[in-house]
């Protein structure tokens, strides 16, 4: 079985030779240079050898194709079951980007505008108010009218003035935990349903003030149902995921997949162990009966999924002959759409721009984000390169990514 595993893999990868970019700036480098690209090898193993990371799965797409796939390390460190490239992790806020190309395939189609106030498709964020005061004794409040309504274009950004369950300030995590809102949702939670509460709360901050991370995809995922009359998981799968190949990658994982679904870990006190199940949030919440589609958190799948998904966007909306949006569409997506703001953000992505270049080797244009149990990509035009590296801890206390940056920028010709 794990042999068929591998060669169906290797199978979905490559059609990246048969989707070489078509409207992507020249590239200024010419591969890797073998001797440095092993440093990543060396680092991985590092990692693992010192307990911080159970193992790792690592991808490198340049123009097109596959330049650098390994797995190291363990899918479950009791077991010390062997990672294999084709294991499917949980990519948490990855699942943003995915629902906001969803939002804009609608876009294009007419469903509505960016500027359109939320509350025109969702009645319950008419009457939007903001957080004035807070009691932690017993997490009530009060509240002031907000200023303005919250528009389509602010979900996308992280604009519009929400916070977020469990992870977000305390007040927030008090205000939605009392009316029974997580990031993920629990076992017979519905969108919609949780949608609406959502809308009768308090904002967090007025919409448009600034960029505060927070449950605004799961509201764009809700409004991905209303546009185009589906379930967001069926949505994604029949207008996404399939004409992508992208066959790993959903929010209930087939039977005959969950097999590669990687054990969660988490770190505590310094010591890696498996996940426990907390908060009504089960580990292997991918295996089980899914009902609520959380458009900010809720996919898994592989890497090789998520670098066909990322090779989109580079070669300008088209990947195998399979078009599924327009190349300005994806210029606009890649456009910073807060220039006043912190970060750079454009629609559904964090992005590399000319006032922020200097901080990272990231080449400006680049665009990227991650998730909460170590998953992290990015993908840069310049360099025609997509790269991802995930592994499967929540709360660890090191950042693999910055790492895993720098030993691939490091290994370019």
């Known amino acids: 079985m794990r042999l068929v595993s591998r060669r169906l893999a290797f199978a979905l990868l490559v059609p990246f030779a048969l989707g070489a970019q078509t409207a992507a700036a020249p590239r200024t480098g010419s591969g890797f240079d073998p001797v440095r690209l092993a440093r990543i090898d060396s680092t991985m193993r590092r990692l693992i050898e010192a307990r911080r990371i159970p193992g790792a799965v690592v991808l490198l797409v340049q123009d097109g194709r596959v330049a650098y796939q390994k797995a190291f390390g363990f899918r479950d460190i009791t077991t010390r079951a062997p990672l294999r490239t084709d294991d499917i992790f949980r990519i948490a806020s990855q699942t ?20 359109d106030p939320v509350s025109e498709f969702l009645p319950e964020f008419d009457k939007q108010v903001v957080l004035a005061k807070f009691n932690p004794a017993d997490s009530s409040y009060e509240t002031r009218p907000a200023k303005r309504r919250t528009t389509i274009r602010q979900l996308f950004t992280h604009t519009a003035g929400l916070g977020y369950a469990d992870i977000g300030s305390d007040e927030m995590r008090a205000i939605y935990a009392k009316a029974g809102l997580t990031a993920i949702g629990r076992e017979g939670d519905l969108l919609a349903d949780k949608v609406r509460t959502l809308g009768r709360l308090p904002l ?48 209930e994982l087939p039977a005959q997949q969950r097999t590669r ?12 162990g498996l996940m426990e199940a907390q908060d009504g949030m089960h580990p ?3 295996a089980r009966r899914m009902t609520y589609f959380a458009g900010g958190a809720g996919l898994s799948g592989t890497v090789g999924d998520y670098a066909r998904f990322l090779q989109l966007f580079l070669n300008g909306g088209e990947l195998d002959g399979v078009r599924i949006i327009g190349r300005k569409t994806v210029e606009l997506m890649l456009a910073n759409h807060i220039p006043r703001l912190q970060p750079a953000f454009g629609l559904g ?20 984000w991650g998730g909460a149990f170590q998953t992290s990509y990015w993908a840069d035009p310049k360099e025609r390169l997509v790269a991802l590296v995930y592994t499967n801890v929540l709360g660890s206390t090191v950042n693999v990514e910055p790492l895993f940056r720098t030993l691939v920028y490091s290994a370019l010709r």
């Open 96 to 115: 943003k980007a995915i629902t906001s190309l969803a939002a804009m395939i609608l876009w294009e189609e007419g469903k509505f505008n960016l500027d």
């Open 204 to 251: 967090e901050i007025e919409p448009g003030e600034r960029f505060n991370y927070s449950l605004s995809l799961d509201v764009l995922g809700r409004l991905v149902e209303v546009w185009s009359g589906m379930p967001l998981d069926r949505f994604m799968r029949t207008r996404i995921f399939e004409p992508l190949k992208m066959p790993d990658t959903g929010f």
């Open 261 to 272: 679904l990687v054990t969660l870990h988490t770190e505590t006190d310094g010591k890696l």
């Open 284 to 286: 292997d919440f991918p």
């Open 349 to 368: 992505f964090a992005l590399e721009t000319a006032e922020n270049d200097a901080r990272t080797v990231l080449s400006e244009g680049t665009f990227s």
